[in-house]
């Protein structure tokens, strides 16, 4: 059967200080963030992968390319994958948005769903666009692993939407941290969650890592 893997990029410096950070800007990562590419590619590499595909952003590319190398696969690009568009809160800290554009925020947290972060995206568009990549993924693969290298809202919404939890929660119901895989295997009764935010590839150093 078809299988997804839903891969947070490495840490990057807005993830290590908990700063918002989405399609709005494209860091690369740390030297940690990398590490934890390594560790992830390295646990990995058996798995006979049918595809990869990944955020255009540098974060998630950076994150799939060993892996990409070793397999000699070509890395798929698809903008849905891409994280949430944070508008005027990108690069700012929780304390800032919260003081700079409190009305907002209050909505935003209430029912990321329906309300979006100042200029940015709503949830429900999001859990569109993801949607439609995998479609397109279970349209070309009926069986084997697939790897998709996205970002911290985007992957929550993207499980949400497959386990028919409510997207508005997504915040608050799905972890995923920074290196982190959420396994989702496509059978006869629809999506099943095999594992969520697992990090056992990543050794004790690395998963203690502050930031989010």
């Known amino acids: 059967m078809l299988t997804l893997y839903f891969l947070r990029h490495g840490q990057t410096q807005f993830s290590r200080d908990d700063t918002f950070c989405g399609s709005g800007l494209d860091p690369e990562l740390t030297l940690e963030g990398r590490a934890m590419a390594a560790a992830f590619a390295r646990a990995y590499d058996s798995f006979g992968w049918a595809g990869i595909f990944a955020s ?35 690069g700012k800290t929780r304390a800032e948005v919260e003081r700079e554009f409190h009305d907002d925020y209050i909505r935003w947290a209430a029912d990321p769903a329906w309300n979006a ?32 290298v996205s970002h911290k809202a985007t992957i929550r919404i993207a499980l949400a939407n497959l386990l028919g939890i409510d997207v508005g929660r997504f915040r608050y119901r799905l972890a995923c941290p920074v290196g982190s895989v959420s ?3 496509f059978g006869p009764n629809g999506p099943l969650l095999r594992s969520l935010a697992d990090r056992s590839h990543l050794p004790a150093e690395l998963r203690a890592l502050p930031g989010t």
């Open 117 to 148: 972060p100042t200029g940015g995206e709503r949830g429900i568009v999001i859990a569109r666009r993801v949607a439609e990549v995998i479609e397109e993924i279970k349209e070309r693969f009926a069986e084997g692993p697939v790897l998709v």
């Open 183 to 185: 396994i989702v295997e």
């Open 56 to 90: 255009p952003l540098k974060r998630t590319i950076e994150t799939a390319r060993e892996l990409c190398d070793s397999w000699q696969l070509g890395l798929e690009n698809r903008d849905g994958l891409k994280e949430i568009g944070y508008g005027e809160w990108e």
